[in-house]
């Protein structure tokens, strides 16, 4: 039985990790200042967005999931004629269509399927699922990551899905914003109204740089701090804290909407490091793709990881 594991792209993950682990990307769809893209995690594209500075601020920027009818042909060209069990772990159905129109496209490829399947040359049935994660960028990631390490353990398809669901509800995430007009700029597009206009004033008048934290997006602002690097430093503090307290899966997701040169720079990213290599613990690092790092901003940072419950200045 081949299982397949399908994410889009607001999940961040190394591209070297997504493509040892034959991770299938479903793409987004990415209007920057009129011109149309679709952003499917290639990771020569995602430099080139950034050398060519077209996720700075100030472009207009915003992205569509794709279509029904779209991820029912990505689905019945790619996934029906590989796999045998298919799951589609979705960024939060609160942010995004992405779930709504996979799950309407896994319904229509359930009823359709079996043609193409025939014609494969696959035989036996074939299943698939879709999950929201209730995760955004990085936490998305390290529940994908979490996810091929439960597929190797050959769990049964119900178990393998009550797993996830379960898992989910345990990561805890950190975001840090650049930008907070940015941000509540997109919230005002889409009719989120979490970020409000109070916060985003305080933020550019005061120059606060926050630490957004919680478990899945149920985050709250638990530091304020006068800038960047003092942000990333609290968050670095935190990682490497509870990397040495013990985590639930030997995963840390980071991915930072920043060039790799700043990317290295970071206040406490060699500590952290060196806390998952003494800890057996792998940092999947990465570059913010184009779709997350449209969604919360340019030069932003996201940090995952899974753990019982827990405080963040329990861990500074």
């Known amino acids: 039985m081949r299982v397949g594991l399908i994410v889009d792209s607001a999940c961040d993950l190394p591209h070297e990790f997504s493509r ?17 893209y679709i952003d499917e995690h290639d990771p020569v594209r995602t430099q080139e967005f950034y050398q060519k500075g077209l996720l700075e601020k100030g472009r207009h920027a915003e992205t569509h999931a794709f279509t029904t009818d779209q991820i029912y042909d990505l689905f019945m060209e790619k996934i029906v004629p590989q796999f045998d069990v298919a799951i589609c772990e979705t960024v939060t159905r609160s942010r995004s269509l992405i779930y ?8 229509s490829v359930m009823a359709n399927h079996e043609q193409v399947r025939s014609a494969s040359g696959r035989e036996g049935k074939f299943s698939m699922r879709v999950i929201d994660s209730k995760q955004i960028f990085a936490g998305q990631g390290l ?3 979490h996810t091929l390490r439960l597929i190797d353990q050959k769990l049964s398809k119900n178990a393998l899905r009550n797993e996830v669901e379960r898992f989910s509800d345990k990561i805890y995430t950190c975001i840090i ?11 005002r597009r889409r009719g989120d109204k979490s970020v409000s206009a109070v916060a985003a004033f305080l933020g550019k008048a005061l120059n606060i740089t ?10 709250q602002p638990v530091a304020k ?12 503090n935190y990682a490497t804290a509870r990397v040495e307290a013990g985590l639930l899966t030997p995963y840390v997701s980071l991915s930072c909407g920043l060039s790799w040169a700043e990317i290295e720079d970071l206040p406490g990213i060699n500590q952290l490091r060196n806390a998952c290599e003494c800890n057996g ?6 570059q913010m793709g184009i779709t997350s790092s449209i969604y919360v901003g340019p030069g932003s940072l996201c940090l995952a990881l ?9 861990y500074q």
């Open 20 to 36: 040892k682990h034959d991770l299938f990307i479903l793409p987004v769809t990415a209007v920057i200042d009129g011109e149309t």
């Open 100 to 107: 709504q129109n996979a799950t309407e496209a896994m319904n």
């Open 143 to 145: 529940l994908a990551a």
């Open 177 to 187: 914003p650049r930008d907070l007009h940015y941000i509540r700029e997109r919230a």
């Open 210 to 219: 926050p630490v957004i934290f919680g478990q899945g997006v149920q985050g």
């Open 225 to 236: 701090t006068r800038n960047f690097g003092m942000a990333v430093e609290k968050v670095m």
């Open 281 to 286: 613990v792998e940092l999947l690092l990465s």
């Open 306 to 314: 899974a753990a019982e419950p827990h405080g963040f200045n329990d």
